[in-house]
């Protein structure tokens, strides 16, 4: 495979830019070698600027969901911005985006709309704060909720004592405010919440955890979380900026049957444009600036191409029978994987949620985030290679979850299976 181009091109940035990206995880650090630079991209593949082809199981990280380039997406981009690319008053888009959300997941009574799911997260933990008065915000290992300061913490000794930063720069006044406990363990939460439930804040998780690989919850789990929550008066937000609109229509609340008491948005909710959401309980976000005293604010916020473009592809997921194709895809594409490993005798193991997987190196379930971090990550990053040699690009980490579109086809997932069968071998070599 020739990537000169992108060798040039990487060779440059790395003057320019920390690591020569604009996000840590594009740097490929921790499966070695250098990131390829796109050229363009559609349905579900990625074409470089070296004339390669990649098939895509990352699509940006979650929003492409409908496939790279969709037509109805572009068109509706291209319509909007002739009118002007950003006014600084409202916009009719904005309103109609607020509808369609609180239609397709009910607990949205009122929303905002940031430009990034790090703004959404940071927002919601502000006015979890405002609301209640209270200063302390429960988080979960594994999960990731951007790079806001109360976020970038790991737990100390014990989850009752304070939070560390996890970066330098994070002071550690602010860290102490974040408790970090164990996903999906029932008896850490309730001691937690016995000892200093009414402290809290707010508890903020993914639903779903797709920063620690895909972890999904232990039956009852989240509606422990909402029951604790509720004893507590803590507000309970589902970062659904990874899950939203993707593990079902109205999200992971949707598919579990727990209503949160804020949630956040980002990736699919813009298309591909740069977008992010909060919302939930009419009487909290009441306390959002102008309307409360809760201060938030953005100047391209509701960007009027970027509502554009997350309409769009909001209106495409909601084709009948959307997500049962794409949940569908994704037990054909993480059975063959499973078989495949199994016939180069490799321990692997999959989780799965619609339109979103994880892959696990490892003959264990797995459950928890030490479970995550116990898997052969050595195993995964020879595997990641020999996919990318073959023109199949899986995330450049052991811990991110992979994501299916609607343009991943029966081709592209054969294509992927027989390409895993020859990448097995070679991790088992
Ligand atoms: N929350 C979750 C669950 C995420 O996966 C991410 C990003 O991957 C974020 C928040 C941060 O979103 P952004 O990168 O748009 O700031």
Redesign the pocket.
Known sequence: MNTATSHALFTRALELMPGGVNSPVRAFKSVGGEPFFAARAEGAYLFDVDGNRYLDYIGS?GPMIAGHAHPAVLDAVAQTMRNGLSFGVPNPLEVTMAETVRRLVPSMQMMRMVN???EA?LSAIRLARGATGRSRIVKFEGC???HGDSFLVKAGSGALTFGLPNSPGVPKALADLTLTLPYNDFEAATKLFGEVGHEIAGVIV?PIV??ANCILPRDGYLQHLRELCTQTGAILIF?E??TGFRVALGGAQARYGVTPDLS?F??IIGGGMPV?AYGGRADLMQQVAPAGPVYQAGTLSGNPVAMAAGLATLELIQAPGFHDRLEAATHVLCDGLEMAAREAGVAVTTTRSCAMFGLFFTDKKVETFADAVACDTAAFNRFFNAMLRRGVYFAPSAFEAGFLSSAHGEAELAFTIQAAREAFREVAA
């Open positions: 990280w990034s799911g790090t997260t990731y909720h951007g993914e797709g920063n970062d900026v990874m956040t980002g990736k992010g």
